[in-house]
């Protein structure tokens, strides 16, 4: 499993446990750390706390993005599993933007699929989705109401190549959310294959080991018959 997708996962641990507990103390949060056999890498930490971290500061704004896009679901409705996901995943792409958005809502799927229901994954997709279309609205509303505020310069491009322009821009972006997407697919790929490869040859190995020890045992049984 990849650091960051752990980092998601450790995240939803320590949100679930203050929504248990209703409370934002950063403190309750960290003490989920302690319930795992295995400490994570300080990496995985660490981005996992930040996570939390804007999550919990920007709570309120983060949902109020998710009910918007709700439609006829009371928001005490929502599982708090898939609630705490797409939290996570907005803080990502719309408020730390630390992570693509097609990234962000793709790993969110991914682990709806393992921590809710059969549902999850479809609910999440099309929820963080629908959000990501507004963000994106909100930001090129402002873009475009910033620009109106400025002084027109002595020699204004047609307003047909400020849309070109504007586009190809964002085609770019998407294409590199695009490659990065693709780029974490193929080492998620390359990783399950060496682990299955080590699966392979582990029991290759067992059973070499087996037939060696059955060797063993009927040359054993030879020298005893023959004495």
């Not at 408020?95 to 999440?124: L, M, Y």
């Amino acid at each position: 499993m990849l650091p960051r997708r752990k980092s998601r996962i450790l995240a939803l641990c320590m949100l679930y446990a203050l929504d248990m507990q209703r409370t934002d103390d950063l403190a309750v949060s960290a003490r989920v750390e302690n319930i795992f056999s295995r400490p994570f890498p300080q990496s995985v930490t660490d981005y996992a706390r930040s996570l939390v971290t804007s999550v919990v500061r920007n709570a309120e704004s983060i949902d109020e993005l998710i009910f918007r896009h709700t439609h006829n679901w009371d928001k005490e409705r929502i599982a708090m599993v898939d609630r705490q996901i797409m939290r996570i995943a907005i803080c990502e792409f719309s408020f730390k933007r630390s992570a693509p958005a097609v990234v962000a809502i793709n790993e969110a799927v991914a682990v709806a699929k393992i921590f809710g229901t059969e549902e999850s994954g479809r609910f999440v997709n099309g929820i963080l989705d629908a959000v990501n279309v507004e963000v994106n609205n909100l930001v090129r509303e402002e873009q475009t109401r910033e620009e109106a505020e400025e002084p027109a310069p002595e020699a204004p491009a047609p307003k047909e190549e400020k849309h070109k322009i504007t586009r190809s821009a964002y085609l770019a972006k998407y294409a590199r959310e695009a490659t990065i997407l693709e780029k974490e697919k193929e080492a998620r790929r390359a990783a399950i294959e060496a682990e299955r490869e080590a699966e392979r040859e582990e029991r290759r190995k067992a059973r070499e080991a087996e037939r060696e020890a059955r060797r063993a045992l009927r040359e054993a049984e030879k020298l005893e018959e023959e004495y």
